[in-house]
Structures are given as structure tokens and as C-alpha cells.
């Protein structure tokens, strides 16, 4: 309920949801008052790095590993894609 951007009236609408299907599933109302004082988290604001390895062989595993304590987040990809293997490859003219 906190983690949305509502307007008033909307959160006061979804707070009587909630506490109806709280009161129906006979719990205690009170614990829809506690769910109501929880705050919102705020959003941190990105500090990590992305770096993008193309995944060849043992050394760029290795290289990643150096990365793992760093802000630098590391992601991997790979030359054999989907797209790479259904597209036909030209074939040389011939004269």
C-alpha cells in the first residue's frame, strides 16, 4: 500500500480494502493500523557500473571475478545468439 503513489482519496480507499479483508479473514484490525505506519522506502539512487564481457573463453571468467567486490557490475554475453545462428550467412559472389 506505501509502495505506490496515490492520491488521498485513493489511500484511503485501498487502507478500507484492506482492513475489510482483514476483518473478514478474522484478524485483528490493528494490524492493518501497523501495515499503515510502515514507511515507504525510498528509492537509492544507482551507484553501480555495468560493463558488458563478451564470454570467449577461461581468461574472461577470471577477468569477471575480478569485478566481483567492485561497484562495477559485470554481465556477459556470447557471440552465439538465436538471432546470429538463424541468420543466412551471404554467400561469396563468384565470377
Known sequence: MNTYNL???NREEDKNIIKHI???NKYDISLANRLAKTKK????PLTTKL??????C??????TKLF???PIKVNSTTRNTIKR????KPHPIQE
Open 58 to 63: 577461461k581468461e574472461t571468467k577470471f577477468i
Open 41 to 44: 522506502n525510498e528509492k537509492q
Open 68 to 70: 566481483k567486490d567492485s
Open 85 to 88: 545462428l538463424l541468420t543466412p
Open 51 to 56: 560493463a558488458k564481457f563478451t564470454s570467449i
Open 22 to 24: 482483514i476483518s473478514k
Open 7 to 9: 492520491n488521498a482519496v
